[in-house]
C-alpha cells in the first residue's frame, strides 16, 4: 500500500485501478433481421413520394412505348386495310375485344420490360425503332442515369451515417 502512496505524490491525476470507480456502460447491440427492417434500408435513400413518382415513370413510358409502337404498326398497316374495311359488325365486335386484351397485355408487357430497364439501369437499342421510340427511350435512360446516380449517392451517404447513440450516465 505504500507505494499506491508513493504514486499518488508523482503523478496526481493518476488513480490506482483497485480503487477506480469507472464503470463502463455499453448497450447490447440489436439486430434487426426482420425482412421488413432490410426492405425499409434498401428503401431509405428516398422518400415514399419519390418511389411513387419512379413508378408513375415508369408506367407512364411504359404506356407511351405501346402507343408509339402501336402508331407505327397503324401506319404500316393502314395501306394493306383500305380493302378491308366492309366487315361485318359482329367481327368488328370480335376485334375490338381481341384488341383490349392485346393492348391489356402488351401495357403489362411493356411495363415488365421498362421496369426490368430501371433495375437494370439501361434501356434497349433498337435499330428499327420509330422516331418517337427512340427518343422515348433516350429520354427514360436519361432518367435512369439521373435518379440511379442519385440513389447510389444517398445510399452512400445514408450507410455512412454513425448510429450508434451516445450514453452519457448510467440512466441513459
Not at 375490338?96 to 433495375?119: I, N
Not at 427518343?135 to 445514408?158: D, E, H, K, W
Amino acid at each position: 500500500l505504500d507505494h499506491f502512496g508513493e504514486r499518488l505524490s508523482m503523478t496526481s491525476f493518476t488513480i490506482p485501478v483497485v480503487l477506480d470507480k469507472t464503470y463502463l456502460v455499453v448497450p447490447r447491440p440489436g439486430t434487426q433481421d426482420k425482412f421488413s427492417d432490410q426492405i425499409k434500408k434498401v428503401l431509405a435513400p428516398f422518400t415514399l413520394g419519390l418511389w411513387i413518382l419512379l413508378v408513375g415513370i415508369i408506367f407512364c413510358t411504359a404506356l407511351l412505348s405501346v402507343w408509339f409502337t402501336d402508331r407505327s404498326a397503324e401506319a404500316m398497316n393502314q395501306n394493306r386495310n383500305q380493302d378491308d374495311r366492309r366487315m361485318s359488325l359482329q367481327r368488328n365486335i370480335a376485334k375490338k375485344r381481341r384488341r383490349k386484351r392485346a393492348y391489356a397485355r402488351l401495357v403489362l408487357d411493356s411495363c415488365l420490360q421498362k421496369g426490368l430497364f430501371f433495375c437494370s439501369a439501361g434501356v434497349e437499342q433498337d435499330e428499327n425503332a420509330s422516331l418517337p421510340s427512340k427518343l422515348l427511350l433516350f429520354g427514360f435512360g436519361f432518367f435512369i442515369l439521373i435518379s440511379v446516380s442519385a440513389y447510389v449517392a444517398n445510399l452512400a451517404a445514408f450507410l455512412t451515417l454513425s448510429t450508434t447513440d451516445f450514453i452519457n450516465t448510467m440512466e441513459g
